[in-house]
């Protein structure tokens, strides 16, 4: 009696078994490329010269005079393996600089080159001569629509200074799933300068009126340089005052 009930065991436990053993599955991934547009900040101050201090490995420090637009273009073209080119091995790569409101796109590779507007440049062919920094306009433009994949790297100088708002525009980003990658160039410490910031005043007076307001500047010069800060009006001098840098940012003068 107990060998039949052995054998039915044994059925069963091959049965399962069965049911257990690997399954061989072949599966196919077809991967789209991520896209990666890359925008070079082209405004007149990325031709400034930061006289960068650096170290040659040996602890003596040495001064490169490149000025900002050179290092992006050492960035992204220079060695035997560019960062331009590594990206476009894996990546659809667009590349753009800003100019004002506007982003132009100079050089793409998609599709694994199917898709190309030539070799890949060994500099810009545009000089930096945009009289602003905007860093919403121009980077709408220069994303068009947005695609799951997509990201953007943002090289610049500089604070937005024209139209639109930046923090727009990071908003969108996000909510899109869009990662933008800033790096800055430039140097943390500001140079040497006087800028007026603003002025506030009425907007017309009456003839026999004493017009009153202030002067806003930003004063980041070496302390002691003497200084003017005038008003004219048709080569007239209506008001001035002298004083000597501080080098400690804003300072105001009542007129």
Not at 198 to 208: Q, R
Not at 227 to 238: C, D, E, F, G, P
């Amino acid at each position: 009696a107990s060998v039949p009930a052995l054998l039915r065991s044994l059925a069963v436990f091959l049965l399962v078994m069965a049911l257990a053993g690997p399954v061989l599955r072949h599966v196919t991934t077809y991967r789209q490329l991520g896209r990666v547009v890359i925008a070079a900040d082209a405004s007149a101050s990325m031709k400034l010269n930061d006289a960068l201090a650096r170290s040659d490995g040996g602890g003596a420090s040495a001064s490169t005079n490149a000025s900002r637009w050179q290092r992006v273009e050492r960035l992204l073209f220079e060695g035997n393996a560019p960062l331009l080119g590594k990206l476009a091995e894996t990546q659809d790569v667009e590349l753009t600089v800003l100019r004002g409101a506007v982003g132009q796109r100079v050089w793409w590779r998609r599709q694994q080159g199917r898709d190309t507007s030539g070799d890949m440049p060994r500099s810009f062919e545009v000089q930096p001569d945009a009289p602003v920094t905007n860093l919403d306009q121009a980077l709408r433009d220069a994303l068009g629509p947005t695609a799951p994949g997509t990201a953007m790297i943002v090289l610049t100088d500089g604070q937005h200074n024209s139209g639109g708002s930046p923090e727009e525009f990071a908003t969108a980003m996000r909510a899109a799933g869009t990662p933008v990658f800033t790096v800055g160039f430039g140097s943390e410490i500001p140079p040497p300068d006087l800028s007026l910031i603003d002025v506030i005043a009425p907007e017309s007076v009456f003839t026999e009126e004493q017009l009153q307001g202030s002067v806003t500047i930003s004063d980041s010069m070496p302390p002691g340089v003497p200084a003017v800060v005038r008003i004219q009006s048709q080569s007239k001098t209506l008001w001035e005052q002298t004083f000597n840098t501080t080098g400690k940012g804003e300072r105001r003068f009542d007129f």
